[in-house]
């Protein structure tokens, strides 16, 4: 692999809280090293409409409190075609580009990988950029920690109407295909059930435990689900328990987007910037097709290949042993 002289960064996908530290990071230390830097705006996107700007040091000042993303995000269809990639690779090339840092999830990788093995000029090094902590290779994602807290926070003020009301409520989290953020909230909230797309949940065990809960007291309930779980979504599961459980009085709360924004929190804020750096280290070092995670609080490096691919990555399972144990 040739030197890198001059690389680009984007951020693809959903965005995350902790984007604007990792911008800023690979921003400064691609800057510290010699190797001018160049804004992708709108992810590949950008890439394919040449909405691209040079970047200087202070390109990047004040925005580690900032959510969302400075170089702003898309989904782009165009890209997974041969014809949008060929157009990019010009794009890049006509400005001297030869490496790349990617911020996003698996959609974002998938893009990336296949880039890279079309054009292996172009280094690609990817920084796991998403609220939905579900990528091999890293313990924690940027942005999962700020969500959660953001989930926490408010279903920490739901629990005090439930109480008030003597109510049951049901609130779905975001988490396709992956109940991290439901899992921890849960038990950081003492919901009594978690539906989870990772562990099926008979509606018959949950409508049980909601009725000796009640029997023993209980004044409020709250049950998370994930927006993955398998049982037909939060109103569906909803509405089978009030047809059931006629004592508690039944609300529906989605959270929605508001799970994304927000200014990242000291352990995104520092992730960030400790991902972005090493992403442009790892380049600086002949590494391409690879993702820059956090392991044992150490940052390691993950073919992108594996990182998409390999399923051994699971929620923890004394969490979920507690999360049992803990609500009754």
Known sequence: MNKISKLAVLTSGGDAPGMNPCIRAVVRTAL???????????????????????????????????????????????????????????????????????????????????????????????????????????????????????????????????????RLFFIEVMGRDSGAIALRAGISCGAEAILLPEKQTALEDLIKNLKEGKSNKKSSSIVIVAEGDKNGGVYDV???????????????????????????????????????????????????QKMVGLQANHILLTSLDDALNNHEFKLEADLLQMADILSI
Do not use: W
């Open 238 to 288: 909803a509405k089978a328990v009030q047809q059931e459980v006629k004592d508690y009085d039944v609300k529906v709360t989605i959270l929605g987007h508001l799970q994304r924004g927000g200014s990242p929190s000291s352990f995104d804020r520092i992730l960030g910037s400790r991902l972005g750096f090493a992403a442009v280290n790892a380049l600086i070092a002949g590494e391409s």
């Open 32 to 166: 510290y090293n010699g190797i001018e830097v160049v804004g992708v705006r709108q992810g590949y996107k950008g890439l394919i409409e040449n909405d691209m700007y040079d970047m200087d040091k202070r390109s990047v000042s004040n925005i580690l409190n900032l959510g969302g993303t400075i170089l702003k995000t898309a989904r782009c269809l165009p890209f997974k075609e041969d014809e949008g990639m060929a157009i990019a690779y010009k794009h890049l090339k006509e400005r001297g580009i030869d490496g790349l840092v990617v911020i996003g999830g698996d959609g974002t990788f998938t893009g990336a990988l296949r880039f890279s093995r079309k054009y292996p000029d172009i280094a690609v090094m990817g920084v796991p950029g998403t609220i939905d902590n579900d990528l091999y290779g890293s313990t924690y994602t940027l942005g999962f920690d700020t969500a959660t807290n953001t989930v926490i926070q408010a279903i920490d003020k739901i629990r005090d109407t439930a109480d008030a009301h003597d």
